[in-house]
């Protein structure tokens, strides 16, 4: 099983230090238009304080990049980015990161529903969203439906 060679999965928040790497993380040419740069992401978060990025860690290698936020008006989680690099894809690294970052938006009692968005041309990601208990709300973002879990 490829989540056997998996050691240390960590999300670390994004610092000077790190920074460039996480920009560096890319898709596969295929999939660049269902994920928006780092780069953008990051640049957002400096605008948008509700937005909390964090660089995907094995060990002390940089595998992967995930973005949460609370949506102000609702109070809700959004899952606002997730990718993980092309070199460590297809190894499991998707599925646990998302599994890990499921249960840390779960642990927070005063919130019970994750939003995420997801573009229709994807049916990778639907299928893995939709095993983590995800449905579709029946609106869309622009070219994306969302998708949403309750978990209270």
């Known amino acids: 099983?490829?989540?056997?060679?998996?050691?240390?999965?960590?999300?670390?928040?994004?610092?000077?230090?790190?920074?460039?790497?996480?920009?560096?993380?890319?898709?596969?040419?295929?999939?660049?238009?269902?994920?928006?740069?780092?780069?953008y992401s990051l640049a957002q978060s400096k605008?948008?304080?509700?937005?909390?990025?964090?660089?995907?860690?094995?060990?002390?290698?940089?595998?992967?990049?995930?973005?949460?936020?609370?949506?102000?008006?609702?109070?809700?989680?959004?899952?606002d980015r997730f990718m993980i690099d092309q070199r460590f894809q297809n190894q499991g690294y998707g599925k646990a990161a998302f599994r890990m970052a499921l249960e840390r938006l779960e642990n927070d009692s005063t919130r019970s529903r994750i939003f995420l968005d997801v573009n229709e041309r994807n049916p990778i990601a639907q299928r893995m969203y939709e095993g983590f208990g995800f449905a579709?709300?029946?609106?869309?973002?622009?070219?994306?439906?969302?998708?949403?879990?309750?978990?209270?």
Request: glycine letters at 4%; charged letters at 25%; a negative charge.
């Open 1 to 39: 099983m490829a989540e056997e060679k998996i050691r240390t999965l960590q999300f670390r928040p994004v610092t000077r230090q790190n920074f460039f790497a996480c920009c560096q993380l890319s898709v596969a040419e295929e999939q660049r238009p269902f994920v928006a740069p780092n780069s």
């Open 136 to 152: 579709w709300t029946g609106e869309m973002n622009g070219d994306e439906r969302i998708m949403l879990k309750q978990y209270r």
């Open 47 to 79: 605008f948008e304080p509700e937005c909390e990025p964090f660089a995907i860690y094995d060990g002390e290698e940089m595998v992967g990049f995930i973005m949460f936020a609370i949506d102000p008006k609702t109070n809700d989680y959004w899952i």
